[in-house]
């Protein structure tokens, strides 16, 4: 069964904290995305990764970069946290480009 | 570039009454449409999908059809349950090669016995 694993299901951070967000996919996808999803906005793209070594940023990257070492492992990373990246963060994986995503169960950040 | 409107909830139904959630889609090309089901305390999930126009995606029971003329890709089901209770997303395909899925705001149903 395809899965897409992430680290944390629950965090709680101090503004100004390094966070480190994992996410492992166990189908060989090529492409993973990192996502944002709080109430009324709907999903919003922070970044994605069409190869390893290789990053796009999606329509919210401010704030966040990312890291893509090997293929199965996507990192979202909040340099310094601050209290508006409070938020439910998704990670998915595709075969291809604009296929189906497989997502993880999400990880809640908060942060005081 | 392309977007996706879906209508806003929340939708409250009784068990068994006929659900429809719209969709309608701006884009440029021909792209591809999805729904999305996020059940509470999981990930989104795909419920069903067309790639082309008069394409019905259907599974659970939900079915959509991709509808060109209108632009909408509407979610339905002639008979809701007590555990479709979730939140459905809209999504369409990036209207560049190498960009991705575009979703709605999303949905909640809760659906009572």
């Known amino acids: 069964d395809v899965k897409v694993t992430q680290s944390s299901r629950y965090l709680v951070k101090r503004t100004g904290e390094k966070v480190f967000l994992e996410c492992v996919q166990d189908?060989?996808?090529?492409?993973m995305f990192w996502y944002r999803q709080d109430p009324g906005l709907g999903l919003r793209l922070i970044y994605f990764?069409?190869?390893?070594?290789?990053?796009e940023k999606g329509d919210i990257p401010e704030g966040y970069s990312v890291s893509r070492e090997k293929k199965e492992r996507f990192s979202l990373i909040l340099e310094s946290a601050s209290t508006n990246q409070t938020s439910m963060y998704l990670c998915a994986s595709s075969l291809s480009k604009t296929g189906e995503l497989f997502f993880g169960e999400g990880s809640r950040l908060t942060v005081l | 570039g392309n977007s996706v409107t879906q209508m806003e909830g929340p939708v409250t139904l009784s068990e068994e009454a006929f659900l429809t959630i719209n969709c309608t889609y701006t884009a440029t090309g021909y792209p591809s449409l999805f729904w999305y089901v996020q059940y509470p305390g999981e990930g989104l999930q795909l419920l069903l999908k067309a790639t082309k126009a008069d394409d019905k995606g259907s599974n659970k029971g939900f079915e959509a059809t991709y509808r060109k003329e209108t632009t909408s890709f509407h979610l339905e089901k002639g008979s809701v349950q007590v555990s479709d209770s979730a939140v459905y997303f809209c999504?369409?395909?990036?209207?560049?090669?190498?960009?991705?899925?575009?979703f709605g705001k999303g949905t909640t149903l809760s659906v009572s016995s």
């Open positions: 189908m060989d996808h090529e492409n």
């Open positions: 999504a369409l395909s990036g209207d560049q090669a190498g960009t991705a899925l575009i």
């Open positions: 990764s069409y190869d390893v070594k290789m990053k």
